[in-house]
């Protein structure tokens, strides 16, 4: 198995432009998780889902920032306007059956917006 | 959730044993106490998991006291490799209505020559 896999891995956009991040989880695992990181605040859950539905999404920051879940096989999260502060890493993480053992990172996304 | 308190920082050399123990007087009957590894540019890895006593695995020991109110991992005969940030998270073992792990800032462990 290829992991989670992610894109873009960088991604440099202007404030207000729209931004989309890509995940694929693995394959089988029915809970997926977006994170954000930053010095400042560390890792913060921002969405997870389960068998491809939103559980929690208290989360998210704003309305700006939405993420979804077509299939079992890809997640986006979408963020409408972006502004600079924003820019982070975002991690999307798969895991079966939500066990705290099991959860597999991506190798992320470094979002800088200007 | 049980929130766990962690040492922001540590510096050890190559060779020694490096012991990171992380405070959680809340935790529930049942959590269970979980540490995850990241390196720079990457994601959060799984290294260990246990629920009492102690485990041990070819990467580390998670030593857990009686009273689970805190717990220590211990990783023998670091090497620079091991410079990274190391999470302690408790929470369920499994998912259910509460399928999510929620990191706190980590232990940035240095790693000297």
């Known amino acids: 198995d290829a992991g989670v896999i992610q894109s873009p891995r960088h991604e440099v956009t202007e404030m207000g432009q729209e931004v989309t991040l890509r995940c694929k989880p693995i394959?089988?695992?029915?809970?997926l998780f977006w994170y954000r990181q930053t010095m400042m605040r560390g890792l913060e859950l921002l969405i997870y889902?389960?068998?491809?539905?939103?559980?929690?999404d208290s989360g998210m920051p704003e309305d700006r920032f939405s993420a979804k879940m077509p299939n079992a096989s890809f997640s986006t999260l979408k963020i409408q306007p972006s502004e600079p502060r924003d820019s982070a890493v975002y991690f999307c993480?798969?895991?079966?059956?939500?066990?705290?053992?099991?959860?597999?990172f991506g190798s992320g996304t470094r979002l800088t917006v200007v | 959730l049980a929130k766990t308190t962690q040492p922001i920082s540590m510096d050890s050399y190559e060779g020694q044993e490096v012991n990171i123990t992380c405070s959680h007087n809340n935790i529930a009957t049942n959590d269970y106490i979980t540490w995850y590894q990241q390196f720079p540019s990457q994601g959060p890895r799984f290294i260990i998991q246990?629920?009492?006593t102690k485990v041990t695995n070819e990467v580390a020991s998670l030593f857990i006291p009686a009273d689970r109110k805190s717990s220590t991992l211990s990783l023998p005969r670091v090497s620079l490799s091991d410079t990274a940030v190391y999470y302690c998270l408790v929470g369920d073992k499994d998912g259910g209505s509460q399928g999510n792990l929620i990191f706190g800032k980590g232990t940035k462990l240095s790693v000297k020559p």
């Open positions: 394959s089988g695992h029915d809970y």
């Open positions: 889902f389960n068998n491809n539905v939103p559980i929690d």
């Open positions: 993480a798969s895991s079966p059956r939500g066990r705290g053992d099991g959860y597999t």
């Open positions: 246990g629920y009492k």
